[in-house]
């Protein structure tokens, strides 16, 4: 199983980015997939979710009405990150992570996910 994400950069505050997240080596189907991040000297912290029939989504307060998750419904193999209104505190790298199914308080623990990407690298300047 891979997960390889991409769409990261620099972009100034208030600005837009999309993350994508390819998954490979078998049918995500009945996975959740989610995006979390890392800020420097930060712990691994929750973004969003979304669950395996892309009907639920899950997001942190920080991010809410801001970012939203998105997966592809026609193979489910694909998982996006639209960002607006980029701040500076937003700046970390974004991680894409997948899991078989979870119950809906465990889609923001990390320790829940069996398979992540390498990272994403975002960059908001003020």
């Known amino acids: 199983v891979q997960l390889q994400a991409s769409g990261g950069g620099l972009v100034q505050a208030g600005g837009s980015l999309r993350l994508s997240c390819a998954a490979s080596?078998?049918?995500?189907?009945?996975?959740?997939m989610a995006w979390f991040r890392q800020a420097p000297g930060k712990e691994r912290e929750f973004t969003a979710a979304?669950?395996?029939?892309?009907?639920?989504?899950?997001y942190s307060d920080s991010v809410k009405g801001r970012f939203t998750i998105s997966r592809d419904n026609a193979n489910k193999n694909m998982v996006y990150l639209q960002m607006n209104s980029l701040k500076p505190d937003d700046t970390a790298v974004y991680y894409c992570?997948?899991?078989?199914?979870?119950?809906?308080?465990?889609?923001?623990?990390?320790?829940?996910?069996?398979?992540w990407g390498q990272g994403t690298k975002v960059t908001v300047s003020s």
């Open positions: 979304i669950r395996w029939s892309g009907g639920t989504t899950l």
């Open positions: 080596g078998r049918t995500f189907r009945d996975y959740d």
């Open positions: 992570a997948t899991t078989r199914r979870v119950v809906l308080s465990a889609l923001a623990d990390p320790s829940s996910y069996d398979y």
